[in-house]
């Protein structure tokens, strides 16, 4: 291999960011694996959070996914994995869509998505939070996909240097890409955004 100028590809390093807080109250599951796009945009997100590896040490991205369009509605990106990194994307998601009172969020068992200051602030907006079930990925199967999605189409098709250069590439992917191009058989092989402007179009007509 090495006189023909090939290298094996090697497994990436697993890293685990689903922690579970053995103190936190409980919750219920209020999706209940109901994964369904629909008209009732902004009224249920799924997140969760990922991992990258670039030269400058590891990177976990969270998102913020809209059920009814796919829409990836809000993300951050940190060298950490406190609560502030999913308070970050969450509130990114409020400033960007502003969503009525009683928006359910749902997520996994980790204790940054279990944890007091994550409580307070969906109390603050009005946010009623799901977990699901302890060990199960497939409760939260739209988040999930997309980690999968980004990173066999960016991710894992390079290498990262700097976090400055995977925020930005990032950005360009969800911004540029993933909401107002790509194509999701869910959604009748429509863009998240188009999906969108769809079902905005049909509630101004009947209203």
């Not at 390079?158 to 107002?180: D, K, S, V």
Request: neutral net charge; hydrophobic residues 40%; contains cysteine.
């Amino acid at each position: 291999m090495a006189s023909a100028d090939l290298e094996g590809r090697c497994k990436k390093r697993w890293r685990k960011t689903t922690i579970p807080d053995p103190a936190a109250a409980a919750a219920r599951d209020l999706i209940a694996r109901d994964f369904g796009p629909g008209p009732e945009i902004d009224r249920r997100y799924v997140g969760d959070i990922t991992y990258v590896s670039t030269w400058e040490g590891w990177s976990y991205l969270a998102t913020v996914i809209d059920l009814a369009s796919r829409r990836v509605v809000g993300w951050a990106l940190a060298d950490h994995l406190r609560t502030e990194l999913v308070s970050d994307a969450l509130e990114m998601a409020f400033t960007q869509r502003r969503p009525t009172a009683g928006l359910v969020f749902h997520s996994d068992r980790g204790c940054q998505y279990t944890s007091t200051d994550y409580a307070r602030l969906a109390r603050q907006h009005y946010v009623v939070l799901s977990v699901d079930a302890k060990g199960e990925c497939w409760d939260n199967a739209v988040a999930e996909s997309f980690f999968a999605t980004i990173k066999r189409e960016l991710i894992d098709t390079q290498a990262w240097p700097t976090r400055a250069g995977l925020r930005r590439a990032i950005f360009e992917y969800i911004e540029g890409w993933f909401n107002p191009r790509r194509l999701h058989s869910s959604l009748g092989y429509l863009s998240p955004t188009e999906y969108e402007a769809i079902h905005h179009d049909a509630d101004r007509q009947a209203a």
